[in-house]
Structures are given as C-alpha cells and as structure tokens.
C-alpha cells in the first residue's frame, strides 16, 4: 500500500517540475525586437496574452474602469490567482515589472516611452518602487539605446511584457492592472 503511494507522489511531483519547467521557459522569453501590435478589445484573446512578446495597444476599449473592462473581457489567464488595479504615480525613470501580465490605461493623452530588455545592460538599476525595479538610463549610455515612445489616449489599454522597460510621461494617476499565476509569482522571486 505504501509502494503504490509513493510511487503516485513521485509522478505528481515529476509533473509539477515539468509543468514549472515550462513556464518558467515561457516567463523568461522576451523578443529582441520592436514590434507594436495594435488590437480592438473585441479581438483580445485575454486568457493567452500573458504570452505574447510584444507589447500590445489595444483600442476601442469601453468606458469603464480598467479592472472592468479586464473582467468583462476575461483579459487575464485561467492560472491567474492574484490580481491587483491600483492608480499610481510614477516619476521620471524607468520601471520593468516581472508580473505574468501589466496593463496601463491613462486619462489623458500620455506618451509612454518602452526599452526593449535587450538593453538592460545600459540601464541603471536605482531603487525598487513597490511593485516595479527602477532603472536610469545614464546619458552616456543613452546612445547605445533604442527607444519606443507609444501615444496613449483616454480609450486605450498598453500590456507591456514582463521584463520590458516603460517611462509614464506624466506626473497624472495613471490606472494598472497586474496579475501572476502561481508560477509567475514564485519566478519574480528571482527577477
């Protein structure tokens, strides 16, 4: 009896290294390159797009809050176990998050300026800032840095990936949606 229950726990946790084995793959890919894509709320594919590597406008959102407009929509994945939305203000660095998905919706017509995580090595780790690592870009390591500025308005939602680098240009409230599956919160433990 106790053969057979043991043998039932090594394959439950032969599964779970596996399992963990890949999503830590998954959470640690990034792209090297920038590519913007741009979708309708309509056509988001919510319970994926923890997944894609791209960092994501999606437009004709409703007019409702950020954290409605992500339930209404199911914009998170089935593993999602801690969702957090928050207004924060932001100063004038740089911020990455590690979370399996973040989302900023702003008030107002706002640039947001992205670095690819190719980059970090030229960045400036500063302090952390709750949920986010704080980065500087020095200025003379500025030139060897390409850089992304997305105009956000009233009725969009930004995703930025896990690890991509992102600067508010704006001392307003902005609006963020974060969430992390089990695995994702245990893997930010060593990001």
Avoid: C
């Avoid at 992500?70 to 100063?91: A, D, N, P, R, W």
């Avoid at 896990?162 to 930010?188: C, G, K, P």
Wanted: no cysteine; net charge negative; glycine share 2%.
């Amino acid at each position: 009896m106790v053969v057979p229950l043991i043998l039932v726990a090594l394959i439950i946790i032969v599964i779970i290294i596996i399992l963990g084995a890949v999503h830590y793959i998954q959470y640690k890919k990034y792209t090297p390159y920038y590519e913007i894509e741009q979708q309708e709320l309509d056509n988001i594919d919510g319970p994926t797009m923890h997944r894609n590597a791209n960092p994501l406008v999606i437009s004709f959102i409703e007019p409702i809050s950020l954290k409605a407009n992500v339930e209404k929509y199911h914009i998170y994945s089935m593993l999602t176990l801690f969702k957090q939305t928050k207004k924060v203000i932001l100063g004038d660095n740089y911020y990455t998050s590690a979370a399996e998905l973040l989302l900023i919706r702003v008030d107002t017509t706002t640039n947001i300026t992205l670095i690819n995580p190719k980059y970090k090595k030229y960045l400036k780790y500063n302090t952390p800032t709750s949920d986010f690592k704080e980065y500087i870009l020095p200025e003379e390591t500025s030139a060897n840095v390409s850089t992304i500025d997305i105009t956000m308005r009233e009725y969009n939602i930004l995703y930025i990936p896990r690890f991509w680098f992102f600067n508010v240009q704006t001392h307003d409230e902005i609006n963020m949606y974060s969430a992390d599956s089990l695995f994702s919160s245990i893997f930010r433990l060593w990001n």
